[in-house]
């Protein structure tokens, strides 16, 4: 089954084929050095570049006074050399004359301290003179730039919410007061939203309210979830301003904003409905031998947020980063394997931070294309192969990936879920927990989409919910509809215990999903610190529980599948499942280790017919993503380890020489079994399959492990 997607965007990267690029930094070379770049750029294949993300001092030196003769021969050069622009609007940070004009556009943190300028992002969201200036040089850049024959897409800003994505600052309160009002129009409506009958808070006038700042105690949270989503909204309010100015001068041009994979203090479902293209930012720790299972969640992340269509990777380290503890290089071959997983989950290009590598500043140590020893670098050669073995790729380009099951990733749950105060534990990290279910899909063999609490959730067979902290009942609604079709549903603990304004549903947990689920949740039960519990399926199976656990009662007709062994709750229901329509819901109430994750998944998975690695076999340094254009399946078969694996493959994807698939990357045809060496990769197109195909380890690399 594949997941039905949406009409494509009418707004479209204007390139040709897959991207294969970086952040080009050319205020800080000389014109020689430019005109050296954009010959080694085409040596290495390189197809686009994202300029002039920090370059708005070097084009505005004094109010009103633009210099952008640099940048026109910076443009033309490229250009010439074949290479086109991911535009930026150079908006990502204020010039210093700007911040110095006006000191009340700095950012305050929660402590109210007004925060200094020094490094980029040096501005309040809510500010008036940064939005009226932002507004200002977008234009510029536009009606300057806008007929350039070498621009293929617009940048705008870089990164939101990196450093500054909430500010405590008075232009800040003005606005979040302004939007209060715009969401309740009432104070009496707040007044009863917040419930502020508790601790003496009612408010007589908007006037009243202030920001979350550091308090005499713990701030009411719904004050804290309505100022996590003011946030959100204020720097998308900031990303639609720039929208606004350039579709109204260039109205055929796409326009994008990079985006930070899993990133908290976004809503990325609102930035994303706005924008024509998702981009992202990706930096997997290299020394962490499991980081693309992660990956792989952000991945299916960036797809998921414009319903699966073709995303890009923006950015990636074509080596070490500069900003971790320790900065572990990339190994041979590992830039490759980590550019082709991106492709693999749909982004249509592989693109770097950054081209040539900074001999000062504060990214002089971060990696780039081209490394400080230039030609001879290492970077630089890997980079020069890759992009020869890129356009081998070519017809994957616009292609949809294929998945049967979904993770839903709800903003609000995440930010309800981590209030700083008067929650169960703080130690129940949303994130934790969705990457968590996440990694024991990956390690059963399925690639994950993502989608909302509200669907679609059409052409999915199995959609889990790690966790749903707040639900309404048009969620409710569309998991509920989901499962009476046949679908397949799993919910994880402290799910469905508010509703949108932070008051807990009527009868408490799981509230609108009670009937869905079968299940009550009388109290939260969470685990202390450096202490496990035990579960015990209806198999025999035991398995360790820790960080958090609830007593739930199970209604009549609701199976248990698993109990609590030990404790004040043993005996107790743990994991249960209930029919419902033509399928069933799963509640798993529990932090469970690992192991009894994949146990209740591929129960649910074989009710539905797909297969699952086995657990004595499972290697997760294989995976296989296919995407897809309705007739040819191009199927990644990855080895994201130093070990060299050997994978058995359909019988669907081989046969004779006349229907036999091929590996894109090598030109030939393929067998009964694949062997990867560490890093290695395999491209295979073939005749598209009823369902993706599901590849193994041999039966002799299954029994090694």
Not at 413 to 424: E, I, Q, T, V
Not at 568 to 578: F, M
């Amino acid at each position: 089954m594949t997941n039905a997607q949406p009409a494509g965007s009418p707004r479209a990267i204007k390139l040709s084929a897959l991207a294969y690029g970086g952040d080009y930094n050319p205020d800080q070379w000389s014109e020689e050095t430019w005109i050296e770049d954009a010959r080694l750029m085409k040596e290495a294949g390189v197809n686009i570049v994202s300029l002039p993300v920090f370059s708005w001092p070097q084009l505005e030196r004094t109010p009103g006074e633009f210099d952008f003769g640099w940048l026109d021969r910076v443009l033309d050069i490229l250009w010439d050399a074949g290479i086109a622009i991911d535009l930026a609007t150079a908006t990502a940070t204020p010039p210093a004359w700007l911040v110095r004009a006006h000191p009340e556009m700095l950012p305050h943190n929660v402590d109210g301290q007004q925060l200094e300028f020094g490094s980029r992002q040096a501005y309040c969201p809510s500010s008036p003179v940064w939005k009226s200036n932002v507004a200002r040089m977008t234009r510029v850049m536009a009606e300057r730039y806008g007929s350039h024959p070498g621009l293929a897409l617009w940048h705008i800003s870089n990164e939101y919410g990196d450093h500054i994505s909430r500010c405590w600052c008075p232009a800040s309160a003005a606005h979040f007061r302004q939007w209060l009002e715009a969401r309740y129009g009432t104070i009496e409506a707040l007044n009863e939203a917040w419930g502020t009958t508790v601790w003496g808070q009612r408010y007589n006038d908007f006037a009243h309210i202030e920001p979350p700042r550091t308090a005499s105690g713990p701030i009411n949270p719904t004050q804290q979830l309505d100022f996590e989503r003011f946030s959100s909204d204020a720097l998308l309010e900031l990303f639609q301003l720039e929208i606004d100015v350039l579709r109204e001068v260039t109205p055929d041009i796409a326009v994008t904003t990079n985006f930070m994979s899993l990133l908290r203090d976004l809503n990325y479902w609102d930035f994303a409905a706005v924008e024509d293209l998702v981009t992202d930012d990706a930096y997997p720790d290299p020394a962490d031998d499991t980081a693309h299972v992660g990956a792989a969640l952000n991945y299916s992340l960036m797809r998921g947020l414009k319903g699966g269509q073709p995303w890009l990777l923006l950015e990636q380290a074509p080596s070490a980063v500069s900003w971790r503890d320790i900065n572990v290089p990339k190994a041979p071959g590992q830039m490759r394997i980590m550019s082709l997983h991106a492709i693999a989950h749909g982004s249509d290009g592989a693109m770097f931070f950054q081209w040539r590598q900074a001999k000062f500043g504060t990214e002089k140590f971060h990696s780039a294309m081209l490394g400080h020893r230039g030609e001879a670098s290492r970077s630089f050669q890997e980079t020069k192969a890759f992009g020869a073995e890129l356009k081998s790729l070519e017809p994957v380009r616009g292609t949809r990936v294929r998945a049967s099951v979904a993770l839903v990733v709800d903003w609000d749950s995440w930010w309800g879920s981590s209030a700083p105060d008067s929650l169960p534990s703080q130690r129940l990290k949303w994130a934790e927990q969705a990457r968590a279910w996440n990694a024991a899909l990956f390690a059963l063999g399925h690639t994950v989409d993502v989608v909302k609490a509200t669907g679609p959730f059409d052409g999915y067979e199995l959609v889990v919910v790690p966790n749903l902290y707040m639900v309404d009942q048009a969620q409710a609604d569309a998991l509920s509809a989901f499962v009476e079709r046949g679908g397949r549903l799993l919910v994880g603990p402290f799910s469905g215990v508010v509703d949108p304004t932070e008051k807990v549903h009527a009868g408490g947990a799981p509230g609108p999903l009670r009937e869905l689920l079968g299940v009550e949740v009388d109290e939260h039960w969470p685990i202390p610190d450096a202490e496990h519990g035990t579960i015990t399926l209806a198999t025999g199976a035991s398995y360790q529980t820790s960080i958090f656990s609830e007593w739930i009662d199970a209604a009549s007709g609701t199976e248990v599948l698993a109990s609590y062994a030990d404790g004040e709750l043993a005996g107790r229901p743990a994991i249960t499942r209930r029919a419902h329509g033509a399928g069933a819901a799963w509640y798993v109430s529990a932090v469970v280790e690992s192991a009894a994750l994949e146990a209740v998944l591929r129960d649910a998975l074989s009710e539905i017919g797909q297969p699952s690695r086995s657990a004595s076999g499972r290697h997760n340094d294989l995976e296989v993503v296919t995407r897809s254009d309705g007739e040819t399946d191009f199927t990644f078969v990855l080895n994201h380890g130093r070990d060299t694996i050997t994978v058995e493959l359909p019988a669907q994807m081989h046969g004779d020489l006349a229907t036999a698939g091929r590996d894109l990357l090598t030109g030939e045809a393929v067998g009964s079994s694949l062997t990867l060496p560490r890093f290695g990769a395999a491209v295979i197109a073939h005749p598209s399959l009823d369902e993706a195909p599901f590849i193994t380890l041999t039966a002799s690399a299954e029994a090694s492990h």
